[in-house]
């Protein structure tokens, strides 16, 4: 059995959801999937949290088994406690995202309340930033999306 994620990490995932959907309904341009079973390969397959993935990605690519096989555009992890989620989130998904092409990753904290915002810089995925509540985010893989990082935690009311 595994342990099931804090009921605030469920908030955040659903906050970051519904941002991107918002904003997706006016564009039109891609879909965002709450822990999509995501397959690079038979030995690399994940289920991050939040993925968001443009619909010019998904020409072409049959989804027959309901999982995403082509890299999304734009990643989001929201770390669960402990050292050893922490560093799987940074450093083992950090190199197999960059590795498939993903864009962007976002590694969101809500006990700090912040947002550590990788970029793609050439080949690999790059710390571009780290946000925190007052800060706006904006992203180029999301052309027009604005929001304040404080959006991720308003209904945040539980400590560990």
């Not at 595994?2 to 995932?13: I, M």
């Not at 994940?46 to 020409?59: E, F, G, H, M």
């Not at 998904?93 to 550590?116: C, F, M, N, P, T």
Request: hydrophobic share 35%; net charge negative; charged share 30%.
């Amino acid at each position: 059995m595994t342990r099931q994620p804090h009921l605030e990490h469920q908030e955040v995932c659903s906050q970051v959801v519904t941002l991107i959907r918002n904003w997706n309904r006016q564009t039109r341009i891609g879909r965002a999937f709450t822990a999509p079973g995501l397959i690079f390969t038979e030995e690399d397959d994940v289920a991050p949290d939040v993925a968001w993935i443009s619909r010019s990605r998904l020409v072409g690519k049959k989804v027959t088994d309901g999982k995403l096989h082509v890299a999304p555009e734009l990643i989001i992890e929201v770390l669960s406690p402990g050292r050893v989620n922490g560093r799987r989130d940074r450093e083992s998904k950090l190199k197999l995202y960059s590795r498939h092409g993903v864009q962007e990753y976002w590694i969101i904290d809500w006990r700090l309340r912040q947002a550590e915002i990788y970029r793609r810089d050439q080949q690999v995925l790059r710390l571009e930033c780290t946000l925190f509540e007052p800060d706006t985010l904006q992203t180029p893989v999301l052309p027009g999306f604005s929001c304040r990082v404080a959006e991720f935690f308003e209904d945040i009311e539980f400590e560990d």
